[in-house]
């Protein structure tokens, strides 16, 4: 069932579908385990699930995260779940939930009719089996986010600040071609590189550019060298990137990954020349108020609750959090006050100039104005999904769940009418024509 590689499980799901095998051999057996809570998060969530229900196992208690660790001196923490399995013949009425306020603290218990695959209460789901899945495009009228250029070059092409200076002392005519190269670290962090754009540079002007020219053949040499015929291919256009995207006005920024310790992954404008690297997404076009409801903590929750990691950061996807978001409806009054919530919060940001992003979102040094900002458009983004108030970032998690579930339902239902249809038209027996 799970191909050749189990695509991008965890070893610890192994153990999971051996149980659930030895499970459907009879008798009433019970299956518990502590695992990494990958398995209830990101990606991993769809491929293992519908695995696990197919084999008739239903959820009866979870741990939802908490942090597994040793009083041994060097060893890690992690952070883990236990999620206990039974026949769904055999499944009790009321399931127990543990959560945890604090992931080294104690757990307080709730019981549940049903528990999703993401450890919340799936009482309010149609199907309480449902799992987000990535896909392709949006799915919510969002325009297409992509991510930013990926030169594979071998180095030849960026530079550091020191070896910027030293590459315009040999040749300063190559000023113009070298632009700011931003990535994730850079747009936290600060710092700066450079990389050379020379995706239209004419060949008269290349005539006098020897050093460059000398980057241009390096460039060509560590494709050919590569042992992907993909990569040896773009050798035959050595002065475009793999991933070329060169925006020509202001472009938002969303960087791939983010500490698990900000309430908020810090996103902001960018303008050209800057060109953005690969580990940063990139949406051109982007409205304020399309900011404001991308920087709320109802992202935050669809991105905590239903994206990856990157061990223990949180791990931002287009297909999987970005591309299946499901939007609020918003009315020409709301957009004009998201708009205005959106700029004060950039207003507030920039009266710290000297501080980064990873300064201004570090919970222990965020500004109050920054966090009274940020909690002001948070309501007014609550707002547009309900009225009555949520009360903890899981309930907003599974109020988005039920909306994704509503609106991906009649999607769902015509994949499966049409693969009906294929399957129908394929066992049609062949008839006599006259």
């Not at 992202?299 to 949180?314: A, E, N, T, V």
């Not at 983004?381 to 994704?404: C, K, N, Q, T």
């Amino acid at each position: 069932a799970l191909g050749r590689t189990g695509g991008s499980l965890d070893f610890v799901t192994a153990w999971f579908i051996k149980a659930a095998d030895f499970v459907q051999q009879g008798g009433n057996a019970k299956i518990g385990f502590v695992a990494t809570n990958s398995i209830t998060q990101g990606e991993q969530v769809a491929q293992l699930w519908p695995l696990l229900f197919n084999h008739g196992l239903e959820i009866a208690f979870a741990h939802r995260t908490f942090e597994w660790g040793s009083d041994a001196r060097g060893l890690a923490h992690v952070h883990v779940v236990i999620i206990g399995l039974t026949k769904k013949d055999h499944i009790p009425v009321e399931k127990r939930l543990f959560t945890y306020d604090n992931v080294r603290g104690d757990p307080h218990e709730s019981l549940q009719v049903w528990i999703s695959p993401y450890l919340f209460d799936a009482s309010n789901l149609n199907n309480p089996h449902l799992v987000v899945q990535e896909v392709p495009r949006p799915i919510n009228d969002l325009p297409r986010l992509v991510i930013g250029s990926k030169p594979i070059d071998g180095g030849h092409y960026i530079f550091s600040e020191e070896e910027k200076e030293a590459f315009l002392t040999l040749e300063p005519s190559a000023l113009p071609y070298l632009h700011p190269f931003i990535g994730s670290r850079e747009f936290l962090n600060g710092g700066a590189r450079w990389i050379l754009s020379l995706h239209d540079v004419p060949p008269e002007v290349f005539k006098s550019l020897p050093k460059t020219r000398e980057r241009v053949a390096a460039v060509r040499q560590y494709r050919l060298e590569s042992p992907s015929e993909p990569t040896q291919e773009l050798a035959q256009t050595p002065t475009l990137y793999h991933v070329n995207v060169i925006p020509t006005s202001s472009f938002l920024v969303i960087p791939k990954s983010s500490s698990i310790k900000r309430e908020y992954v810090p996103i902001g404008w960018l303008e050209p020349p800057t060109i953005p690297s690969d580990s940063v997404f990139v949406l051109s076009g982007a409205s304020k108020s399309l900011f404001a409801i991308l920087t709320s903590a109802m992202h935050m929750s669809w991105l905590r609750h239903i994206g990856g990691r990157i061990k223990s950061d949180y791990r931002y996807s287009v297909f999987l959090v970005y591309n299946t978001f499901p939007m609020p409806s918003v009315d020409p009054a709301s957009i004009e006050k998201l708009e205005q919530l959106a700029q004060i919060v950039l207003d507030t940001r920039s009266a710290f100039p000297d501080a980064t992003l990873s300064d201004l979102y570090d919970p222990d040094l965020m500004p109050p104005d920054l966090r009274k900002a940020h909690q002001a458009l948070d309501r007014a983004v609550d707002r547009l999904y309900r009225r009555e108030p949520f009360r903890s970032d899981r309930e907003r998690a599974e109020h988005l769940l039920g909306l994704y579930e509503q609106r991906t339902a009649p999607l769902i239902a015509e994949i499966e009418k049409k693969e009906k249809s294929r399957r129908h038209r394929r066992v049609l027996p062949k008839c006599d024509v006259d």
